[in-house]
């Protein structure tokens, strides 16, 4: 039972378009933190 | 095949100014640190942006960069998807953090809490099991280094291994675990943004359809859903990775570190974003067969395949990526791992008078020591990164019950978390090395959970929450 390149692409797709949400959401959260003076 | 693609003048170049940005980093950071507290927590005073940056960094380590391509390479689509699943240990640590934090404000280690929750016959095998793991990341992570350095560069091993061991010591050292944290988090929007660069032009430059093609056609077992290997490798590395995160102090100092009500959702956030990241950096050593390129050492796979797509940019960009993934997992297990051998072992066994000054100086010279044991472990390259890593998942899953049990239930007593972390890692080690590493943590973890659950039937201590206070 291969995985067909439909669900290939998807998976891929998927995890990459997480991943670039990553580090926008990461900012935010320190932007936030350090604005309300939270970082630490 | 020649590896080298980065010329060692700019390999030095890129250690030598992240080198020296580190360390004044750590030090400028580390200059108000005055407490035991202070140095070895933060202050206990972290917020929900560098807490959850923190623990998503620690994470991913040399062994997502490198080792995710590896197994894809080995594993296919499994081995990709079996390494994400290490996420469950971060999002299941999530209420453990709370728990932790509520049962425990003051604790410092894991230590503390198995010694006080179990007494000291289950405390002396639960050193033993996480000075194990701690050694066999230190080393995976050293290794790491060097072999990275030397294979993009053509640097020695040994000098690439000594430079990024010698500047995440210097910078711990100086800063303590606020120097980690906040390297932690610039190092995760690094390596974030340079996985994610390396993804989206070997994307446009070879094309997804071209790699499944050429998979398909040249290796499909790496394709298939039903890879026995692979599949054992999946529950494998779930078990794994849960049991690395719930028994490492790196872990448990964050939960102690972080803010009041923060820990839960800095752990479910970190997992929830390090999920993808194995996908990201693994599916492009599928892009092996396509390329015609047939790594001598596997470890090496991903760093070869973005530099052969990407050229020299490739390379740059995989070198500071693994160079950031390493530092920023090898600084916190530094710091961990000191407090463990200060406030266990120093303070609970040799000198158990120890003021908290004492114990400050202890942790310093601790981090140098550790980073010289480390550095003599590494001298010698003994063998490929997942075998370093994987022989540790035999002790480490051993742990969990144990774990999970102490702190939610007062039923379990500490002759049998004891034989259940002993009976475990005893099962593991013969597993690995009798069938294969793909089942160690498995089975460990399988003996651990039915010694605790003969224990909870034939057992009823009634364990005083307050003893852990």
Same mark, same amino acid.
């Given at each position: 039972m291969l995985v067909t390149y439909e669900w290939f692409e998807v998976l891929v797709w998927t995890a990459l378009g997480l991943s670039t949400l990553a580090p926008l959401v990461l900012l935010v959260l320190a932007l936030i933190d350090w604005k309300k003076e939270q970082l630490w | 095949m020649n590896a080298v693609v980065l010329s060692t003048e700019w390999a030095i170049a890129i250690v030598i100014v992240f080198g020296v940005l580190w360390v004044a980093f750590g030090w400028w950071l580390g %200059? *108000? *640190? %005055?407490?035991l507290d202070d140095f070895m927590l933060a202050g206990r005073n972290v917020g929900f942006a560098f807490a959850s940056a923190t623990a998503m960094a620690t994470w991913i380590t040399s062994n997502t960069t490198l080792l995710a391509p590896q197994l894809t390479y080995e594993l296919g689509v499994w081995g990709m998807l079996g390494y994400s699943m290490a996420a469950l240990g971060l999002i299941l640590f999530a209420p453990l953090a709370k728990r932790i934090k509520a049962l425990m404000p003051h604790g410092y280690t894991c230590g503390d809490f198995i010694r006080r929750r179990y007494g000291r016959v289950a405390w002396y095998v639960f050193l033993i099991v996480a000075l194990a793991y701690s050694f066999g990341w230190l080393v995976s992570l050293g290794m790491g280094g060097g072999i990275l350095i030397s294979t993009l560069s053509g640097l020695d091993y040994r000098v690439g291994m000594s430079a990024i061991l010698f500047i995440c010591v210097c910078y711990t050292l100086l800063g303590g675990l606020k120097a980690v944290i906040a390297t932690d988090f610039v190092q995760t929007i690094i390596i974030l943004i340079g996985v994610i660069l390396i993804a989206y032009v070997g994307i446009s430059k070879l094309g997804l359809e071209e790699i499944h093609t050429a998979v398909e056609a040249k290796s499909p077992q790496l394709l298939n859903l039903l890879f026995p290997a692979a599949l054992m490798f999946l529950f494998n590395n779930i078990f794994f990775g849960i049991g690395e995160i719930f028994h490492s102090n790196v872990w448990w100092s964050r939960a102690f570190a972080f803010k009041d009500k923060i820990g839960k959702k800095a752990f479910l956030l970190a997992g929830v974003l390090w999920l993808p990241i194995p996908i990201v950096t693994g599916f492009i050593a599928l892009a092996a067969p396509a390329l015609g390129l047939y790594p001598a050492s596997s470890d090496m796979v991903g760093p070869l395949i973005a530099a052969k797509i990407l050229g020299g940019v490739g390379a740059f960009f995989v070198f500071i990526v693994v160079f950031s993934a390493m530092a920023s997992s090898l600084d916190s297990l530094l710091a961990a791992t000191s407090d463990l051998i200060t406030k266990d072992i120093y303070g609970g066994i040799i000198n158990k008078n120890a003021d908290k000054e004492k114990l400050l100086k202890v942790s310093k010279v601790s981090i140098v020591i550790l980073g010289v044991i480390t550095w003599a472990l590494c001298f010698p390259r003994i063998d490929t990164l997942a075998a370093i890593l994987m022989i540790t998942g035999a002790f480490v899953a051993s742990t969990i019950w144990p774990i999970v049990f102490g702190l939610y239930f007062r039923r379990l007593n500490g002759t049998v978390a004891a034989l259940a972390m002993a009976g475990g890692s005893a099962v593991g080690l013969t597993l690995y090395f009798q069938v294969g590493y793909y089942v160690s943590a498995l089975s460990s973890c399988v003996v651990s959970l039915f010694v605790c659950l003969i224990g909870l039937m034939a057992y009823d201590e009634k364990f005083d929450w307050k003893r852990l206070q």
């Open positions: - | %200059r *108000n *640190n %005055r407490t």
